[in-house]
């Protein structure tokens, strides 16, 4: 049965500084992100040994943990994409024509992401996503890892704010830090993203 494995980073730890440190990076992707890795695994295990017993009893904790772990490496998986040391500008053709559609403006677009990044409460996300019962863009708020999103949805562009993405460089001003994520955002890998959820819709 195959298992989640920590995929590797297409760059150094040190290339995305100094919008964000090596040592953040590092810490980021081989501690925290492994431990989501290891979570999804265990879990796995674990709900096999309820099946093999037929003692469904601790399900409940199983399924939310298993909803944790595997959304936290989902997330982190798209999140590494998502950033470039080459990154940055805006994008380009049709799906800067799309963020104009469902959003107005590019700077509109910006503004509702950085802000729900920002604003989350607690730990989370702020989440581009392609929507398809609708056909559209839709910025969430991602709450933990698995919560406050829409049914269905397909993340295009995540922008992590849990304290351990930011908190040893930019300390508790979360807003310099997204401001920072800007200057990183890889477009090709959110157009391919954005190409593949309309397609697969």
């Known amino acids: ?15 995305l500084e100094p919008a964000m440190s090596g040592d953040i990076l590092e810490l980021h992707h081989s501690k925290h992100h492994a431990a989501y890795v290891k979570g999804a695994n265990d879990t796995l295990d674990k709900l096999a040994e309820a099946r093999d017993k037929g003692d469904f009893s601790t399900l409940v904790g199983l399924e939310k943990t298993m909803a944790f772990n595997l959304s936290g490496h989902v997330l982190h998986s798209i999140f590494w994409k ?35 990044t920002t604003a989350v409460q607690g730990s ?13 863009l839709l910025i969430e708020q991602v ?4 919560g ?35 200057d990183l955002v890889n477009w090709g890998d959110v157009t391919a993203r954005f190409d593949a959820a309309r397609a697969a819709s």
């Not at 049965?1 to 290339?15: E, I, K, N, Q, R």
């Not at 950033?83 to 700077?107: C, I």
């Not at 509109?108 to 802000?115: E, N, P, V």
């Not at 709450?143 to 698995?146: A, I």
């Open 148 to 182: 406050n999103v829409g049914q269905g949805t397909t993340p295009l562009l995540a922008f992590d704010a849990w304290e351990h993405a930011y908190y040893l460089q930019y300390r508790n001003v979360r807003p310099d830090y997204v401001q920072k994520l800007w």
């Open 1 to 15: 049965m195959a298992v989640y494995s920590l995929p590797d980073l297409t760059y150094d730890y040190g290339s």
């Open 143 to 146: 709450y933990d890892h698995h």
């Open 82 to 116: 998502n950033l470039s040391p080459e990154g940055g500008g805006r994008p380009e053709g049709e799906l800067a024509a799309a963020l104009t559609e469902f959003f107005g403006s590019y700077e509109a677009f910006s503004g509702q992401l950085t802000t729900a």
């Open 124 to 136: 989370g996300w702020g989440v581009l996503s392609w929507e398809p019962l609708g056909k559209r």
